[in-house]
């Protein structure tokens, strides 16, 4: 009867080493979906919190635009700078944007910088700084924001 208690010794611990390997192959495959939710989750919330930025520079464009309408020249300026250098920080904290969203970004703020450029230039002397076509640049930016910021959300 020796070999039959040696038989079923092994047998058990046979079954007990294929029964461990199941185990840990099925503890590394849930570690991995894990893995991949977290992540998951990562991407949605940097695309949203890219897709609040945006909103919060399309609307300090339309502050913009309310100042310009006031004559307050010295406040749009600073407003200018604050939402370039946002914007920037966008393009940059943001790596998970296309280059066709960069692309828009980047426009928008050669949009902005040139205006910027004209309103400093022309503020103190007393003329009016802003032209129609200024205006209708600020909005297309703003559009283009906003349509930026709509896209994002879609996606998340």
Sequence with gaps: MGWLDDFWRDTVAAAGIIVSLVGFT????????????AEAVRVAMTQNLTA?????????????????RRGEWESALYRYRDIQRMLSDVRVRHPNLTSSQ???IQGTIVRLGAIDRRVRETSQTG????????????LKAQMTLDDLASELKQQV
Aim: charged share 25%; net charge negative.
């Design 26 to 37: 099925i503890a590394i495959y849930q570690a991995w979906r894990s893995r991949s939710a």
């Design 102 to 104: 960069r692309a828009s």
């Design 127 to 138: 003329v009016n700084p802003i032209e129609s076509s200024d205006d209708g640049a600020l």
């Design 52 to 68: 609040v930025d945006l909103e919060r520079a399309a609307n300090g464009i339309q502050e913009i635009r309310n100042l310009h």
